[in-house]
């Protein structure tokens, strides 16, 4: 049965974020852009979807205002793809998806990764663990993603074949760009 | 182009979590849900969804271990759908969206709503409004939703001929079982 796009039916905010976040790997674009992917090859590698699927995805986010296109070389020209602040303004939605699917929010840890986190999130000033709402427990605060440390948790696969898996292996801050070592 | 339900390739808490409730209309349900609603026909007036996506939804969030049936009514037999611990830990998430669909979460104001917002939900020990990440500025504390107060907000339609939307009308807790004008 298709279903649009929309929820014309629906008065409701959350609604309205879905209608532009809430299609099918739109999220984990984002995801990949607050780990400080940009360049679409990466995306590519990264995501290992269809091509023409990337393309409409990040096109979308960059109708929607949520990404920014940068050049960053002039010839022959390449672009980048850059949160813009409505886009950096997704991390809580990010952060409690995460917190959910570990299933450390409710305490079952019924994340279909088992137990062992994948990656964890600091808070960079003190080094605390995030809490559940990506605040600090520590300072009481929350903390923004420029601010955040992220580490390799000990789920995660420690010799990934791909150079943007081996890049998100080193310890380092949401946001920052990522360098592959292309060749 | 057909896009499994699955990230088959990723493997993220964030993936896991969007592969639970990553379908179209699943987190819109779970917002019923926490406003209080349990009855399939509920369901479907306020939804306005095809019947059998909603079944297929509600059965998916049943088998997730994010909602519970329970029978209310033996002859005929007759079931609602009430929300488990597992499901009462996606708050954040539901928060988080409708703060960002509201334009609140960057100072945009780039809600599809315009600046009016539809529900006001505050803490219900204090009265505070709820803070981006669901906590109590005024408290310090993440609220967790059984203490969350909702109220309609400016930009709600007043006179609404659903009878769930009539009922939500008035101020309510989160999760209390949700009583329509039902003849």
């Not at 939605?93 to 959910?100: D, E, G, P, T």
């Not at 903390?143 to 791909?162: I, S, Y």
Request: with cysteine; glycine share 10%; aromatic share 6%.
């Amino acid at each position: 049965m298709a279903l649009g796009k929309d929820y014309a039916t629906q008065q409701c905010s959350i609604a309205r974020a879905l209608e532009i976040v809430g299609e099918r790997w739109t999220l984990l674009v984002v995801r990949d852009a607050f780990y400080g992917v940009r360049r679409y090859n990466d995306f590519l590698v990264h995501l290992g979807l269809p091509r023409a699927v990337l393309a409409a995805r990040l096109q979308a986010l960059e109708r929607a205002g949520v990404l920014e296109k940068r050049r960053y070389q002039h010839s022959p020209p390449r672009d980048e793809y850059v949160l813009t602040d409505r886009g950096i303004a997704l991390w809580p939605v990010l952060r409690s998806l995460s917190v959910w699917g570990t299933g450390q929010a409710d305490g079952t840890g019924r994340g279909a990764d088992g137990a062992k986190p994948l990656r964890v999130f600091t808070h960079a000033a003190c080094g605390t663990e995030l809490g559940a709402y990506g605040e600090c427990p520590a300072c009481g605060v929350p903390v923004p993603p420029a601010d955040v440390e992220m580490l390799p948790g000990p789920g995660l696969d420690p010799d990934p074949r791909d150079p943007v898996r081996r890049a998100l292996l080193r310890p380092r801050r949401l946001l920052q760009p990522l360098e592959t070592d292309r060749v």
